[in-house]
């Protein structure tokens, strides 16, 4: 089955820096990422996702980029504020199946 | 749109006694999934449904956890002779019918039930 593993666990910025969360998948069939971010006490929700044939998108602060020959795909913050502090997921399925496998979170925390 | 709704929000049990959770889809969803979660851990899949069918239960523990989604009401997750372990907070997520066009995989998730195991 597919495995996706999310890196860092942790990742603490301070308030307008940058941030960059990493996936990597196992299953080349594999053909929906999305991105959840889940705040403290809260469901998931989610925020941005990517299909296998593009290999970036865009929306206002936040990005994602898909190297499909690597198997990994790529979360990015700019301009972090305080009230993005979340768990951030990332998920890989494909397309006959709607069940995604889910990394296992980072804890993004943005001093003000 | 009302979106997923889960019922309880809290739930605490004592060991042995039997958990029961709810989840109702959005509008217009005919499948349901749940997941359980433990502290600081990711979303671990468990059960895939629809209407009065169990698509993929390759996540559920084989004993004591069962799931049914009924032609009318709401998908329940049973948890019979519950034990500390299971203490967990348990989401439901939904996504369009297959047979509704486009390729839309989105899951909408509910506010998820916390299940407290004494």
């Known amino acids: 089955g597919e495995n996706v593993e999310q890196h860092p666990s942790t990742l603490s910025v301070q308030e307008g820096d940058s941030a960059v969360i990493k996936c990597t998948y196992s299953d080349s069939a594999s053909n929906y990422f999305p991105w959840y971010k889940q705040e403290l006490g809260k469901r998931p929700q989610l925020i941005i996702d990517i299909r296998s044939n593009v290999g970036e998108k865009k929306d206002q602060r936040i990005a994602v980029t898909l190297n499909k020959t690597a198997k990994h795909f790529s979360l990015h913050i700019t301009e972090t504020q305080p009230e993005d502090s979340a768990v951030y997921f990332c998920?890989?399925?494909?397309?006959?199946?709607?069940?995604?496998?889910f990394g296992r979170g980072t804890s993004l925390i943005v001093h003000p | 749109n009302a979106g997923v709704m889960q019922n309880p929000r809290h739930l605490v049990r004592r060991r042995g006694q039997e958990a029961r959770l709810r989840c109702s889809p959005m509008?217009?969803?005919?499948?349901v999934y749940w997941y359980r979660q433990l502290p600081e851990e990711g979303l671990k899949f468990m059960v895939y449904l629809q209407k009065e069918n169990i698509i993929d239960e390759s996540g559920m523990p084989k004993e004591r956890f069962s799931a049914e989604f009924p032609k009318e009401g709401p998908s329940i997750l049973r948890i019979q002779q519950v034990v500390r372990g299971d203490s967990a907070a348990y989401f439901c997520?939904?996504?369009?019918?297959?047979?509704?066009?486009?390729?839309?995989?989105?899951?909408?998730f509910g506010p998820g039930t916390r299940l407290t195991v004494l």
């Open positions: 509008k217009g969803h005919s499948h």
């Open positions: 997520a939904s996504s369009p019918s297959r047979t509704s066009g486009g390729s839309n995989n989105e899951q909408f």
């Open positions: 998920a890989a399925s494909k397309g006959g199946s709607y069940i995604p496998t």
